[in-house]
């Protein structure tokens, strides 16, 4: 895993995304989404057929704003002027073109030209991909797995296998931290004295309600304590579990006739 100085959603937002003759506005639309939702913003059209178009804003649901803002452009020169490094995506070797790699290992070098200025991903058109002279404007290609039986891959969906591959470079792998204001959903890691609370609170109900005989305690309490260990608790969890046993208990006592 690469780890990189500069923060992720900068590092992002250096990327820009190429269609370079795009035949349907439909898949302009996907593409804009595939983006919105990876974090990457900069979409750029070269020679689109039809654009804009109606069925683009309609495919694009939630990321019109991406629409409105792309750059047009009349060649691929022209879309990669101030970048200073671009991955075209290519099926095949081509004689001329750079070496094939792997989306992983291309999309770490892509950050990591990143950190020092503007790069791209440039994608083909929709039916005969990039032309020898596009491949050798970038400076590096890739090529995504498919199923060699079946290796077809709409537009919209390989821009968003790299789209994603390139985020969960920029994170490591992990998720974004919480913004301020969110009350995070996670809690601290429960400490083993809460556990041991637990234990015993849990062993306390199950025998009032007759679940558990001490005088015969089988595997019953290794085993709970065993599933506890594997889920690895957390303080919120730990009380919500011994309030539901509080409530346990209460529901007992008044059920209780001295």
Not at 41 to 69: C, H, I, M, W
Not at 184 to 194: M, N
């Amino acid at each position: 895993i690469e780890f990189y100085t500069m923060n992720p959603e900068v590092l992002l937002s250096r990327i820009r995304v190429v269609l370079c003759r795009p035949s349907h506005p439909g898949n302009i639309g996907a593409v804009a989404r595939a983006m919105k939702t990876m974090g990457l913003s900069n979409l750029y059209l070269v020679s689109p057929k039809q654009f804009p178009d109606p069925e683009a804003d309609t495919r694009a649901t939630g990321a019109v704003d991406l629409l409105q803002k792309a750059k047009i452009t009349a060649s691929l020169a022209e879309a990669l002027a101030g970048s200073t490094f671009a991955v075209a995506l290519s099926a095949r070797q081509r004689d001329l073109g750079p070496a094939i790699g792997k989306p992983r290992e291309t999309v770490a070098r892509l950050l990591a030209e990143a950190e020092s200025g503007e790069v791209a991903l440039v994608f083909g058109n929709e039916t005969v991909g990039l032309t020898n002279e596009e491949i050798l404007h970038c400076q590096a290609a890739v090529t995504i797995p498919t199923n060699p039986e079946f290796s077809s891959l709409n537009l919209g969906s390989a821009v968003q296998v790299l789209c994603h591959e390139c985020r969960m470079a920029a994170f490591s792998e992990k998720p974004p931290a919480v913004a301020q204001g969110v009350t995070p959903f996670t809690s601290p890691a429960a400490t083993q004295d809460e556990v041991e609370g637990l234990m015993g609170h849990l062993e306390s109900v199950m025998t009032a309600t007759g679940f558990f005989n001490p005088a015969q305690p089988g595997r019953l309490m290794p085993k709970l304590r065993r599933l506890f260990g594997r889920a690895r608790l957390e303080q919120d969890e730990i009380n919500i579990l011994r309030g539901i046993l509080a409530s346990t208990q209460v529901k007992t006592n008044h059920g209780r006739k001295d």
